[in-house]
């Protein structure tokens, strides 16, 4: 009997720094589903931007679900569905200003 899926944080943030970035990858031998991205910007300073996407195991990206350029304060995004993220991509988050609130969820499943 195999067992149950349950939705797993992949990648939580709260920045209000200048400028950063957040990386992430399913460990080895499994890969991520991602079902749910969720930003959101407070009221801040500006500039500010934002972007999350996924790179493949030679840094190029291939998935870029969400990029925002000076958003006004408060603002909130979101994207839903599903993506495979393969055990050798990267999830990344790279922002700009804020602050900024992410929430990306979804499953981790082993490989056969």
Known sequence: MTAPVYSKLLMGVFTSLPSEQFTNKPPPGFIWIV?????????????????????DHSGDPYFVPITLNNPTAPFHAQWTGRQVIPSDATLIANFVGGPWSLSISGYELSLP
């Not at 991205?37 to 996924?54: E, K, N, R």
């Open 35 to 55: 079902r749910d991205i969720d930003v959101y910007l407070g009221a801040g300073g500006s500039p500010t931007a934002m972007d999350v996407q996924v790179n």
